[in-house]
């Protein structure tokens, strides 16, 4: 069974199904769990933007691995990575899971058409095609009210 969860996170609301989902499995196995949340950067011609402001991506890490403590998770922490610009951010989720040693990797998706998946690709997506460790992606649906499996 799972024994090291990488859990992906974002600001929005989709990331919490992910994240009682990481640490439902987490309590049933005794598994430790890390959260990552990427702190991406816009580049448009010579200027480089941060799309959200550093506490604030701090304090996203911050409310995950509380929630997940709530949960009865013993051993949760996280960590912010800089320094990745939009097109790099599913990279930096796979370095992150191979870096923490995980078995199991689980985030939430982000449903869009295949015209606008077209012209900004899903990060899940190129994180499930790309990872070479078991991928859960956790429906958004999830966050519409719904209790956790467990």
């Known amino acids: 069974m ?31 769990v890390h959260v990552v949340h990427v702190l ?3 580049v448009a ?31 949760a922490d996280g960590e912010v990575v800089r ?8 990279g930096a989720i796979s370095a992150a899971a191979e870096q923490f040693k995980a078995d199991l990797l689980v985030l939430s998706p982000h449903h869009r058409g295949s015209v606008a998946a077209f012209f900004n690709p899903r990060v899940s997506d190129a994180v499930a095609h790309a990872s070479r460790i078991a991928v859960l992606l956790v429906p958004e649906e999830q966050a519409e009210g719904a209790d956790s499996a467990v």
């Open 83 to 90: 320094d990745v610009t939009t097109q790099e951010v599913a």
């Open 2 to 32: 799972y024994q090291r969860i990488l859990v992906a996170v974002d600001s929005s609301p989709f990331a919490q199904p992910a994240l009682r989902t990481a640490g439902d499995m987490a309590r049933l196995t005794g598994a430790a």
């Open 45 to 75: 011609f010579d200027t480089v933007m941060n799309l959200e402001e550093d506490t604030d991506a701090g304090a996203v890490v911050d409310a995950a691995v509380a929630t997940l403590h709530g949960l009865g998770v013993e051993e």
């Open 40 to 42: 991406a950067s816009a």
